[in-house]
Nanobody, 114 residues
Framework: QARLVESGGGLVQPGGSLRLSCAAT????????MAWYRQAPGEQRELVAS???????DYADSVKGRFSISRDMAKNTMNLEMNSLKPEDTAVYYC????????WGQGTNVTVSL
């Protein structure tokens, strides 16, 4: 049973940057896809960015040009570099991985506010 643990959330001012990390207890190359989702208060969970096993990457339109997803195979981590943050990016961010079954992290809070 794989476990995913997020880190790196926090409070940041509009225009600032944060880097989220997702540490996996198993080799990440075994996952067919890994992704970051987010859920704002009162909203449905939405896909932010994904990276397939072969390396193809997709982003939600709302974060294109501002966020960057990456993997570090040696460290078994997936990262999300978030720049030019906006108040509407405020949400709980979840790490997701799929390998026949889906795995979720516990989430990390990101708050963008003055």
């Amino acid at each position: 049973q794989a476990r995913l643990v997020e880190s790196g959330g926090g409070l940041v001012q509009p225009g600032g940057s944060l880097r989220l990390s997702c540490a996996a207890t198993e080799r990440i190359f075994s996952f067919s896809v890994m992704a970051w989702y987010r859920q704002a208060p009162g909203e449905q969970r939405e896909l932010v960015a994904s990276i397939a096993g072969g390396g193809s990457i997709d982003y939600a339109d709302s974060v294109k040009g501002r966020f960057s997803i990456s993997r570090d195979m040696a460290k078994n981590t997936m990262n999300l570099e978030m720049n030019s943050l906006k108040p509407e990016d405020t949400a709980v961010y979840y790490c997701f991985a799929h390998r026949g079954v889906s795995y979720w992290g516990q989430g990390t809070n990101v708050t963008v506010s003055l």
